[in-house]
């Protein structure tokens, strides 16, 4: 492809997906923005697992997608929902996701955190299990579905797995909580539920521990980019409140923090496909900078978007005269660029010492651009409030 090609490319075919994934991420941003101030109050505990979720959501299932998409491009999946490996790669999906939200609760109780904590526990199980399944199978759906059309999945998938990761993850806690207010006896039941329809999937896919072994250096990074993930969490809760002051960051936040994510993995998924395909032979190759150039040009619209979008939701919701963040539109390219220059170099790095890019790239960026998107939004507040 020349690079005019790739410009078009990320254009007619990045763009739409990382818009269509906004507009998703916006979804879950007003469920924050209008529940930020009584998370804070009543569960705060959520605070610090929450970026931990949202990424875990783009780690496991971004990997799934990228990793469907060289299986289907290598011939070892059938383009079909039917095919057993569908299944299997949901159930490993799910406890893959279960393990670290786990993990993240028990280190949240250890810090302090014990206003609710036991029910914040099964808020967490029980979303985790009906957000794994339905996410899963829109990965599964969305990768085979373009791969038959002719679309690189690569270029479509992440994002919008990503975003629909973003679009179930809050309101999934946020019914999870309003449910457990309204009626604990049925906020109990659902969790019973969830957690049986999890053990008859998991024994219909005949998944064994052996097969799931498979999947340890998966596992073990995004366990440990679970644990990482604290650092985002414990910044939102220190920064809730300035976040909440500028009022279109609460609004914004998810989405800030997906669309990065969705640059790096995109960026990471073409890298992984040229690399296993032989199409990259040494780091300063022309065409894998010229994708991030290609994609980068896309960036500034990406940025004043999120400014339209955060203002106009925060005047239909709350009233609020609508504010344009000049902050962020002129930093938020910059901040991609970052990413994607990230992307590139880590899974060249890792494909050089014979780790697999799907597997450890991919959940690596998701979780590094949820850290760096946290630490910027909190920057642009600070900016924005002249704090």
Same mark, same amino acid.
């Given at each position: 492809m020349s690079f005019g090609d790739k410009v078009r490319n990320a254009f007619r075919v990045s763009l739409p997906s990382l818009v269509l994934s906004l507009v998703i991420g916006f979804f879950g941003g007003?469920?924050?923005?209008?529940? *930020?101030? =009584? %998370?804070?109050? $009543?569960?705060?505990? *959520?605070?610090? %697992?929450?970026?931990?979720?949202? @990424? #875990?959501? @783009?780690?496991?299932? !971004? $990997?799934? /997608? $990228?990793?469907? !998409?060289?299986? *289907?491009?290598?011939?070892?999946?059938?383009?079909?929902? =039917?095919? =057993?490996?569908?299944?299997?790669?949901?159930? +490993?999906?799910m406890l893959l996701s279960l393990i670290p939200v786990t993990l993240l609760w028990a280190i949240g109780v250890i810090r302090g955190i014990r206003y609710h904590a036991f029910e914040i526990l099964f808020i967490v199980i029980g979303s985790t299990i009906l957000v794994s399944l339905i996410l899963g199978y829109f990965t599964a759906g969305i990768t085979i579905l373009a791969f038959k059309r002719d679309v690189d999945p690569d270029s479509l998938a992440a994002p919008l797995v990503a975003s629909m990761g973003d679009l179930l993850t809050i309101p999934t806690l946020i019914g999870f909580i309003l449910l457990l207010e309204a009626s604990g006896k049925a906020f109990w039941t659902l969790n019973g539920a969830s957690i049986l329809l999890l053990l008859v999937l998991w024994f219909l896919s005949r998944v064994r521990f052996a097969e799931f072994l498979k999947y340890k250096q998966l596992f073990t990074t995004i366990t440990a980019l679970a644990m990482l993930s604290l650092i985002s969490g414990f910044t939102l809760e220190r920064f809730s409140g300035l976040i909440a002051s500028t009022v279109i960051l609460g609004f914004a936040y998810p989405s800030i923090l997906s669309s990065f994510g969705n640059y790096g993995s995109i960026i990471a998924a073409k890298t992984s496909t040229k690399l296993n395909l032989g199409e990259i032979e040494s780091y300063f190759s022309r065409e894998p900078f010229e994708e991030i150039l290609a994609l980068l040009l896309t960036a500034p619209i990406m940025g004043v978007l999120i400014n339209l979008f955060s203002a106009g939701i925060a005047y239909l919701l709350l009233g609020l005269e609508p504010r344009f963040a000049l902050e962020l539109a002129v930093t938020y390219p910059l901040m991609a660029?970052?990413?994607?220059?990230? /992307?590139? &170099?880590? &899974?060249?790095? #890792?494909?050089?010492?014979? +780790?697999?890019?799907? !597997?450890? /790239? %991919?959940?690596? %960026?998701?979780?590094?651009s949820d850290i760096f998107g946290t630490l910027y939004v909190v920057a642009i507040a600070k900016l924005m409030v002249g704090a």
């Amino acid at each position: 492809m020349s690079f005019g090609d790739k410009v078009r490319n990320a254009f007619r075919v990045s763009l739409p997906s990382l818009v269509l994934s906004l507009v998703i991420g916006f979804f879950g941003g007003t469920f924050l923005g209008k529940y *930020l101030d =009584r %998370i804070r109050k $009543s569960y705060p505990g *959520l605070l610090v %697992i929450l970026p931990g979720m949202m @990424g #875990l959501r @783009g780690n496991v299932f !971004s $990997s799934m /997608a $990228s990793r469907f !998409s060289t299986m *289907l491009y290598l011939g070892e999946l059938e383009p079909s929902m =039917r095919d =057993r490996k569908v299944l299997e790669n949901v159930v +490993i999906a799910m406890l893959l996701s279960l393990i670290p939200v786990t993990l993240l609760w028990a280190i949240g109780v250890i810090r302090g955190i014990r206003y609710h904590a036991f029910e914040i526990l099964f808020i967490v199980i029980g979303s985790t299990i009906l957000v794994s399944l339905i996410l899963g199978y829109f990965t599964a759906g969305i990768t085979i579905l373009a791969f038959k059309r002719d679309v690189d999945p690569d270029s479509l998938a992440a994002p919008l797995v990503a975003s629909m990761g973003d679009l179930l993850t809050i309101p999934t806690l946020i019914g999870f909580i309003l449910l457990l207010e309204a009626s604990g006896k049925a906020f109990w039941t659902l969790n019973g539920a969830s957690i049986l329809l999890l053990l008859v999937l998991w024994f219909l896919s005949r998944v064994r521990f052996a097969e799931f072994l498979k999947y340890k250096q998966l596992f073990t990074t995004i366990t440990a980019l679970a644990m990482l993930s604290l650092i985002s969490g414990f910044t939102l809760e220190r920064f809730s409140g300035l976040i909440a002051s500028t009022v279109i960051l609460g609004f914004a936040y998810p989405s800030i923090l997906s669309s990065f994510g969705n640059y790096g993995s995109i960026i990471a998924a073409k890298t992984s496909t040229k690399l296993n395909l032989g199409e990259i032979e040494s780091y300063f190759s022309r065409e894998p900078f010229e994708e991030i150039l290609a994609l980068l040009l896309t960036a500034p619209i990406m940025g004043v978007l999120i400014n339209l979008f955060s203002a106009g939701i925060a005047y239909l919701l709350l009233g609020l005269e609508p504010r344009f963040a000049l902050e962020l539109a002129v930093t938020y390219p910059l901040m991609a660029l970052f990413i994607m220059l990230y /992307a590139y &170099s880590l &899974s060249y790095v #890792l494909f050089q010492h014979n +780790i697999d890019p799907d !597997s450890v /790239a %991919i959940p690596l %960026i998701a979780n590094n651009s949820d850290i760096f998107g946290t630490l910027y939004v909190v920057a642009i507040a600070k900016l924005m409030v002249g704090a």
